[in-house]
């Protein structure tokens, strides 16, 4: 997906595209799903067979003009309603559009088992062939037809027709970064995928169907909200139909225009005509973060997260922590140590294996073993190493090491036990290395805290959100990078089901997480979560139990995430708020113009003076249909977010979109009254 860098809202061909389905949506199958616009659909039905009825000879409803021109404004107000819809419907297809084109038709170069065994026999097939198991072969050039686990190889892909991003990633078989997407581009090597996605189910096909709309469900403060406004049309409609016994009493006749012109002038119909633009346009916000959201709840949800779980390393530190420091244990010469690190970390394939043997100084090709075998890092273990002859070496977090050795009848070195508090307090993550069930000294791990990290957490702290460091390290190496970092909270030595029990116990309490991860280990923590963000270079299991997947792969974008979350609320009420204000100043429009002949003390609410009773119905209902399009812009770009409490930002909303709501409508009236003055 190419990401769209124009700051227009507004661009020709969506437009048309936009204007066209502006007149489809005008099905009243269509329009009963919005019980406000419905009802204005139904009052221009009326309105059509007003005209029909003057025409015919009828006297008593005023002249044919007028009522055309009433009839046609709230045509008018129906198509800006959904135009604001289609608009923002729009923008996704072509979204969608510009997607389909890397799903076009790509060949395979699948791979044919014998037995289970598969072999170099290529046969070339149409991607549309492949099937969840299957294996391919891509080397340099090739587009990847389909999504997949790397299990052979290691290549660098060019993801920009998805993520946007021109700088290539690097994928290899094993660990977190085996994951490639269908429609990717393999720049550099050779990889053997096993096919993970049935047809049709593909993150393309899951893509495209998300931008388009095709997916999105209402959200629940949505349906609460489209409850309320049904609410208010309902009491309006009870409102307009007692003014009529009022205006047999006043010995005033009220016409069939003017009563629906005072029903729809009353009902929410800004908020109305904008609730559906808004959700879809917070969606597609995401997108242009480069998130994908599973639905529109998980964006709304997003916007009120009370608890965040962010990852250590790669997230408040810069990651891939260097070995800076070689400690023998009593009696422990530094070149057995060396040795010792360097052979229990030949199988290491992370950044901190390759550092501790940089630092050695060493190269294990040179290094000749019998059998061995490789013992590979697990999160229950935390523990890595290998077994060769009689000879069994394990590197790994102190309090593991401590266990293997005591275990075994062995003494845990106090020295060496207070060099790992010493390096944990400095902000280190020790390492203790041993032989045979024998401590033979420690590693010193160091990593950097992300430039700015600080203030990011204190603009959460301002949101009233708390965060919580997950990591690996021991107790007091996660302290003094919380306390460094200034997140509220820690979780140290987590293994996956401490995040589970941590999301739990805090939605317990009532609160609301969100979480990012990209191991098949935090797949449970993921799904727990109210909000689970994978990221696109993350385990397949990560993608799927989550419910947003970041398709920069970038472990702070769950703080943007929340934002895009918290504008799209944002954007929902102070646009509700200003849609109800703004019926203040059209019932002053109205209201005095249907009585003010026959019943004289009514001249005091006409404080805007308008020229007529017939060209104050018109000012009202036009400036009721021209304010909705005015505000598309704001529903598809979303109020700007500032992170201040939520007791000063309901007080700033009010004062601004409250107080707005009323004052705008009455210079509109007026003005627009002005111009049809003119004419009529």
Known sequence: MTRDNSNSILQGPIVKEALKESFVKLDPRKMFRNPVMFTVWV???????????????????GSLVYNIIVTAVLFITLLFANFAEAIAEARGKA??????????????????????????????VPSSQLR???????????????????????ATIDESAITGESAPVIREAGGDKSSVTGGTKVLSDKIKVRVTTSQGESFLDKMIALVEGASRQK???????????????????????????????AQTPVTIAAFISLFVCLIPTTIGGLLSAIGIAGMDRALRANVITKSGRAVETAGDVDVLLLDKTGTITIGNRKATHFFPAPGITEAA??????????????????????????????????HPRYIQFTAETRSSGIDFDQTRIRKGAADAIRRICVNAGNRFPAEVDTKVKEIAANGGTPLVVSENEQVLGTIELQDIIKTGIQ?????????????????????????FIAEKAGVDDFIAEAKPEDKMNYIRKEQAGGRLVAM??????????????????????????????????????????????????????????????????????????IVPALFITSIPALQGMNIMHLHSPESAILSAVIFNAIIIPLLIPLALKGVAYKPIGASALLRRNLLIYGLGGILIPFAGIKLIDLLVSLFY
Not at 43 to 50: I, K, N, P, S
Not at 139 to 149: N, T, V
Not at 456 to 477: C, H, S, W
């Open 219 to 249: 959200t629940p403060n949505e349906i609460a909200l489209t409850i309320l406004l049904a609410g208010f049309t309902l009491v309006f409609i009870i409102v307009t139909v007692t003014l009529k016994p009022f205006g047999d009493y």
């Open 43 to 61: 009052g221009t039905a009326v309105m059509m067979a007003v005209c029909v009825w003057i025409a015919l000879g009828e006297k008593s409803q």
């Open 95 to 124: 979204q969608a559009n510009s997607l389909r084109k890397t799903r076009e038709e790509t060949p395979a170069k699948l791979i044919q088992p014998v037995g289970e065994i598969y072999v170099n026999e290529v046969k070339l």
């Open 516 to 589: 990012m991860g990209d191991g098949t280990n935090d797949a449970p923590a993921l799904a727990q979560a109210d909000v689970g963000v994978a990221m696109n270079s993350g385990t397949q299991a990560a993608k799927e139990a989550g419910n947003m997947v970041d398709l920069d792969n970038d472990p702070t974008k769950l703080i943007e995430v929340v934002e895009i979350g918290k504008q799209l609320l944002m954007t929902r009420g102070t646009l509700t708020t200003f849609s109800i204000a703004n019926d203040v100043a059209k019932y002053f429009a």
């Open 337 to 370: 140590l060396t040795r010792a690190v360097v052979l229990g970390s030949m199988a290491d394939p992370t950044p901190e294996g390759k550092s501790i043997i940089e630092l050695a100084g060493v190269d294990p090709a040179t290094i000749s073993l019998n």
């Open 455 to 479: 203030e990011r957490f204190d603009r959460l702290r301002k949101m009233g959100i708390k965060t919580v460091m997950v990591t690996g390290d021991n107790p007091l190496t996660a302290k």
């Open 132 to 154: 969840k198991g299957d294996v391919f072969f891509c080397e340099a050039g090739d587009i990847i037809p389909s999504d997949g686990e790397i299990i052979d190889g290691l």
